[in-house]
């Protein structure tokens, strides 16, 4: 599986932006959303069941992102909302064989991971 993210840029405070992930093969994985700001951990986003379409997210930013999938396009996508300088990181996705949702927010039971695209959110 290759997963290829893009559409990330400079927003203002408050700014829509959408992400998107391009996966080759018709895998049903889970393909998961995460980020990763200068001097922190990998953060959980959130997920998206590719077969069923059942969505997962980090709890703290339900609300403001949504994912969702487009089986045609065999693409996933990320709708961030009031964007906030918290926001500001490098957003990779990536797809994980496994189907446990315990195990969803974990980086780790990613099996295949995308370049990463930038979103840099400023005041």
């Known amino acids: 599986v290759q997963l290829q993210a893009s559409g990330g840029g400079l927003v203002q405070t408050g700014d829509s932006l959408s992400l998107s992930c391009a996966k080759s093969?018709?895998?049903?994985?889970?393909i998961g959303w995460f980020r990763q700001a200068p001097g922190k951990e990998r953060e959980f986003v959130a997920a998206?069941?590719?077969?069923?379409?059942?969505?997962y997210y980090s709890d703290s930013l339900k609300g403001r992102f949504t994912i969702s999938r487009d089986n045609i396009r065999n693409t996933v996508y990320l709708q961030m909302d009031s964007l906030n300088t918290e926001d500001t990181a490098l957003y990779y996705c990536?797809?994980?064989?496994?189907?446990?949702?315990?195990?969803?927010?974990?980086?780790?039971?990613?099996?295949?991971w995308g370049q990463g695209t930038q979103v840099t959110v400023s005041s």
């Open positions: 990536a797809a994980n064989k496994g189907y446990l949702p315990s195990t969803y927010s974990f980086p780790g039971a990613y099996n295949y």
């Open positions: 093969g018709r895998t049903n994985y889970v």
């Open positions: 998206i069941i590719w077969g069923g379409g059942s969505t």
